[in-house]
Structure formats: C-alpha cells, structure tokens
C-alpha cells in the first residue's frame, strides 16, 4: 500500500506547542509519510532557536527552510513574505504531498498556504474562522480558509464562520482547541523543578505575554509603555516572568523596552520556553496579564485568570475568566487588582474554558486520515451558497 504522504510546517513556538500531540500521533502512525518542516522564527537566534525543542522532542524534521525576518514595518514583513513564498514555491515544486497542514494566521503561513494551493496540494487548515481585530492575523486567517479544503475549528461559533464564508459544511469539524487540552494531557513539571530550571525566585509572580498591536492605530512604544507602568504599581508583592513577543511588525520596539525593564528590575524574561514549560509557568503564577492567544485558549482550562489588554484579541470567543481592559496604565491596574480579589478567586474553579473539548487531538487526527484516503481531494472545490442556490451550467 503506498503510504499518503502528509507534511506539517511550524514556523512559530505558539503554533508548534498547540499543535505538538497531535504531531506526535502523525508521525507514529505507520501507515502514513509525515513530514515536518521548520521555517522562520524557529530558526532564528532572536526569537530562541527553538527548532532544538523540536528535535528534543523526538522529532524528525524533513527539512529546514530558514526565511529572514524582519519587524521593523510592515514593507519589511512583506518582504519576508515573498521570501517565505518564494522558497516554500520551490520546494512544492520538486516534493509530492497529499496534503499539506498549517495551523492559524501569521503571515509566513500564508505564504505556505498560498505556494501549496497554487500547486494544487490539498490545504489542511487548523483554527480557522476566528476573529481578531486589532491585527491583521485577522484577514490572513480568512484568506487560509478560502484556499483549505479541511478545516477544523474551535469552538461551533467558528465552525459556522467558516461555512458562512462559503465552504461546504462537510468539510468543516469543530473538535475544540488543542491547546486548551495541553495543559490537562501535557506532563508539567513540578513548580520545584520549574523554578530550579529556570532559575527563578520563589515569590508570588505573573506571567506577561505581550504582542504589538498592528493595525488599530495605537502606536506600539505608548502600548508596552502603558502595560509597564501599570505593573509598577505591584512589583513590590510580586515578580514578573515575561516571555518575548512574536515577530510582528515592530515587536523590536517590545523586545527592547521589555528587556530593559526586566534588567533593570531583575525579572526574569524568556526569549521562548518549551510548550510545557510555558503552560507550567502560567499554572503556578498569579495570573497571565498580556494579550496572546493563550490567554483566552490555554490559560482558562488551568483555572488561571487572564487580563486581556486592547484589542488585539477583540473578537474571539472567550470564557469567564478573562478579564478585558483597555490598553492604559488604569485600566491594566484595575484588571490586575479584579484579578487579584477574593471574589474572583473564588469563582475561579467553577469558571469553563469555550474552547476546551474531550479528546480533540484523537478527533483532529481520525477526520486528517478520512481526509487524506479520499480521493476526491485534490479537485477543485465549489463555493458553498448559504441560500441553497447551486451554481448554474451552461
């Protein structure tokens, strides 16, 4: 029997801890070729090396394709994008897939996405239909799902979106987030081993995970400003363990002051961390203060509360525990100190995560399975109508 041959291709830490059990499944799985392709902020110096994580994690990587990434504004993002579509064209042009797999909406997947789809690989899309307007992951996302031919979706809410934007029904699964299910399914290191490993203080600390803003105007430098003046305010009773942000557009204006500021209040701060690390991190802290996807994914299903600044997930479904503030020093200290009272404290465990379902790792790897051993795959798709109205033949 030969083997269908399906690739995923992670270019960031986020998507790659999200996604890694169901990697994990793939690759064992003898009836299948799976491969795996490490691009852009994996392998770069600034953003961690994290490719190494990958190769620990046991891992066989098919091929490396470095991209350079550059932040400093969006022409330089868009020349990275070409890039990222130059080389990923070349390489689906000389190896064979029946599939090809990309999870979310940063950019470089879109160029991944838009290489595969004019060679006429069938597109597997994860994390589709979600809403995130205060970036522009949010139109990138969309334009993913109108080149997939398989979605799979986090909550119903999104699953709906993805039909409403004209893909068949059939086609569309919503199996939950696989990342609200990491931090239940992972094994976490003990807090013991997570501080001595990390070499961090034994007092009580919040995790912070900030990202730029892209497209709402506001300009990055007055929004870490803004969030780093408002953790003065607590940095007498508590530490703050900062993880460095994504490679948007003038996430160098970030890195900088926020590496200033930890040196210069001796808080620790992670280029990057291992999926589990991370997830440890947020359960033994206080609470996740920033505006990352974890935040309202991740975080909830650990029973830690999230302050969620600005609108860069303005959007996306989210549970009781996330606390949305505006991006201004009073509004971050208010949420902070909501996060921090008795009242929400309490209601804490009772508190559901929107994303969270049973098993959606198995569900995710079953539905590729059917969908690589259909045949019908790589034929053009027809544009669903929510009106019933079917396209007319000459």
Known sequence: MIKKRIVYVTGSRAEYGIVKRLLKRLQEDQELDFSLIVTAMHLDPQYGNTVDIIE???????????????????????????????????????????????????????????????????????????????????????????????????????RKRVIQLGEAPETVHNIGSLGAENGLSLTLPTKERLFSELNLQNKPYFMVAFHPETITGQSVEEQVEQLLLALDRFKQDYQ?????????????VIFTKIKSYTEENRFAFFTSVKPEEYLALIKYSKGLIGNSSSGLLETPSLKIGTVNIGKRQEGRVRGDSIID????QTAIEQGIQKLLSDDFQACLPMMVNPYYQENSAEKAYYLIKNFLQNNENNKPKKFYDLWGIKSESC
Do not use: W
């Open 325 to 328: 503030v505006e991006s201004n």
């Open 56 to 158: 620990k994690d046991g891992f066989r990587i098919s091929e490396k394709i470095a991209v350079k990434l550059d932040s400093q504004n969006n022409q330089t993002i868009l020349t990275s994008m070409a890039d990222t579509l130059d080389l990923f064209g070349q390489h689906f042009q000389t190896h064979y897939y029946d599939a090809v797999m990309v999870l979310g909406d940063r950019y470089e997947m879109l160029s991944v996405a838009t290489a595969a789809a004019m060679h006429n690989i069938p597109l597997i899309h994860l994390h589709g239909g979600e809403q995130t307007l205060g970036n522009y992951d949010e139109f990138i996302r969309h334009c993913i799902t109108k080149m997939a031919k398989l979605h799979l979706t986090a909550t119903e809410v999104y």
């Open 240 to 252: 703050f363990v900062f993880i460095g942000s994504n490679s948007d557009t003038h996430s160098d």
